[in-house]
C-alpha cells in the first residue's frame, strides 16, 4: 500500500500499488472492450510460485526500471464471455462467433485484449512512477494441466501475488504477478501526464497489433515438455 514516512513525510509506493495498478488497468480495458462491469476482490493472496493453469491464460515478461512476470489464468467460462461480449460489441453477429474457448480466434482476442491491459499498465508506470518498463508480447495458450512457470525474469528477491477477478455474469479468472521487492519513494511533488482515453489507448493497440507479425496460437497439449519447447523454453 502507498504509504508515507512519518520521519521524511515522503510517500512510498510498494509492490501492492504495483498490483492494484496493474489490477486497474484489467478493469478499465475490460470494462470498455466488454461495455460490461468486471471487478476483483478485495483481498490479496500471497503466494509462492507463478503458474499457467487450465483452460486458457497467458503470460508477459516485463524489464527496465523493474522486473517482473504477469500471468492470467481464464476459466473458459470467462474467456468465453469477455471474447463474446467483446465481439457483440464490435458489430459482430453472435451466430458468427466462436463456440469453443480453444478455437485460435478466442486466443487472439483474447490475447490482444492481454496486450492492451500491459499498454495501459506500462503507460501508467511511466507517467506515475517516472520510470519506464518494456514488455513481450502476451501469449495464449490453452491448457489441460497446470504448468509452473520458471521463466528468467532477472528477479533476485521476488514476491509474488494473486487477485481474483470477476465477470458481469460473476466467472472467475485470477491474475499472477511475481515482481522484485521493489519500492519507489518520491522526492518532490509532481504533476503525471494526462491519461490516454481508453478508445485512443485501445486504437493504438490495433495499429501495434496490425503491424505485428503474426504468432499463431500454441495449440492444447498433453506433454508439457512440448509446450515449454514451443515458447523457446
Known sequence: ???????????????????MSLCNSVTKVLNVATQSQIHYSGMVQRISKTCLKPDIGCFVLFDGGFSGLVVINFSAASAMEIYESYMVSMGMPKDELAHSHTSDEVANVMG????????DFTSKVRRELQTQITQNQPKMLVLNK?????????????ESRRVTFYTARNHIFYLE??????????????????????DE????????????????????GNDTDDLLKSLGM
Open 1 to 19: 500500500m502507498t504509504t508515507q514516512d512519518t520521519n521524511t513525510g515522503t510517500v512510498v509506493y510498494g509492490t501492492e500499488d504495483i498490483l
Open 112 to 119: 490482444e485484449l492481454m496486450n492492451q491491459v500491459l499498454g
Open 146 to 158: 497446470q504448468v509452473v512457470l520458471s521463466v528468467d525474469a532477472n528477479l533476485d528477491k521476488p
Open 177 to 198: 504477478l511475481a515482481i522484485d521487492r521493489t519500492e519507489f519513494i518520491r522526492l518532490y511533488d509532481f504533476v503525471p501526464q494526462a491519461e490516454l482515453e481508453p
Open 201 to 220: 489507448l485501445m486504437e493504438q493497440a490495433r495499429e501495434a497489433a496490425d503491424s505485428a507479425p503474426m504468432v499463431p496460437a500454441p495449440a492444447a
